[in-house]
């Protein structure tokens, strides 16, 4: 049985010629954070509004809890909570009236529910200030507090740390993995910060030009990206035999046949090229690399864009 | 239906589209008394007073202060970026603006208690003569008539102005001269089928004995116009609008 809340099958996006979303296979695992990566246009949004059928897709599927998305809308979006782009809410209303008004229509049964959602944003309760006199900040935390005010059990958050200050951005920061770890939510979040990406999510797939570029998990790519010392030989089986045999190290990917990595960096270079070429290894290049998450998102992504 | 009706009523809290409505209904109704009173030797009367407020009502400032309010809470949906929050609850865009449809109608109920007081009230003021229970159940009653045909009249330009952003201000300058024109055809034969000017044959409103109204031919007009929105409302809710 599948394990994936979320899961997309070459999705596809068009608007006239231009391709927003390519081909992309989503895989949002149950109760996980997942960060959605890519710069400004990258198709985060265009991707997360056809998850929500705000959006139809040009080919390709959504499935959610294992059911097409398309004719299980009824079933499927009470169970979701959303915030996309900018937050959407009734100028002449307080934050207090606007949530009544989504509560009615979502047949909230919780009499406290605006009151608990306004408390876990940080917004008064009954205040008489209109949603027109609000800040960003206080915008974005209402928009929140709608998308998980009828207890939903996945979250579809676009971009939600936009405009709030550095408190903010800490307090959504903990409200998010708290909701993840204390109560079992699902989260799917976009950003195009990566640093934001990388204190949050558990999985994380960038995206880049309407193409998802990587799917895994955080810790796999922070080892992909860590520091490490490459080596190109003829037989990369035998050199990691060599490595296994002579310096007791597992802690090394072979990418090909010619490539390896090799993540110990305290080991000597020079003896382990000399270790190759006693067991008829020829070495073409040895060198140690140094690149951070942000070097490698920037390489995958093509050099730029990525904050 | 009854959550969202609910919620649309909430909407319209410190709303000032509402208040030009108002204002525009108040203008209707001063003009009407200009028209009466700016004549020499003419004869000041409720009946003739809330006739001039049918005639301005439905000519000049019904139909597109209705197209105004109504096609302003749907747009308003696309400018505030409300939608996406409503589509995704889920609720279609049919049970929305059958919604707001609805409650646009309790708007043309308000405009008649309005319409229909101030119109007393002046009257009143002016010292008309005729004012008793049956001249006012009339001036009521044609008042209703008017305001609820008008009201069916613009339907089709309010749901078909309501699948686009900002698409409901030509819907406005529409209504205004399809409300306009019912001044040219309110004096022939073609009263029974324009469908601005049903409210006139239904209302048995004030005619020479040229014109023959004939209410069966108005009610189908009416019947067939509403046919149509609900069609209106099917494609609408068929086309691919992605937000």
Redesign the interface.
Known sequence: MSDYLIETKQLTKIYGEQAAVKNIDLHVKRGRIYGLLGRNGAGKTTTM?ML?????PTSGEVKIWRKTLRGN??KL??R?G?L??????????TAT?NL???A????VPNRHAIKDALDLVGLPYKDKK?FSQYSLGMKQRLAIA?AVMHDPELLILDEPINGLDPIGIAEVRSFIRELCDARGKTILISSHILSEISLLADDVGIIDHGTLLEEESLAELEQKSSKHIHFTVSNTSQAARVLERDFQENHFSVLDDHNIQLYNLTLPIGKIVTAFVANGLEVSEAHSCEESLEDYFKRVTGGEGIA | MI??I??EF??Y????IVWLGIVSIFFSIILAVFQLTGTKNSIVSYAGLSEGVIWNHFSLFLPFTFVLVVGYSIN?EYT????????????SRIRLIMSKIIVGYGLVIIEWIFSSVITLLIALFMGCEDINIASCAISFKQLFIVSTCCYIAVLPIIIITAGKQNRFLSGVIFSFFYGFCGIFLADRNLVNLYPMTTGLVLSNYAHDDKIIYTPSLSIGVLIAILCFSFVLLLVLNRK?N??
């Open positions: 509004k929500l059928g705000l959006t139809q809308e009824k979006l009470p979701i959303s996309i782009e900018s937050p959407g809410f009734y100028p002449n209303l009236e009544r008004i989504f009615t229509l979502r047949g209109l709608l | 959550r969202l609910k919620t909430l909407k809290k410190r709303y000032n308003r505030d970026f409300t939608l996406k929050n409503i589509l995704v609850i889920p609720v691919n992605d937000l």
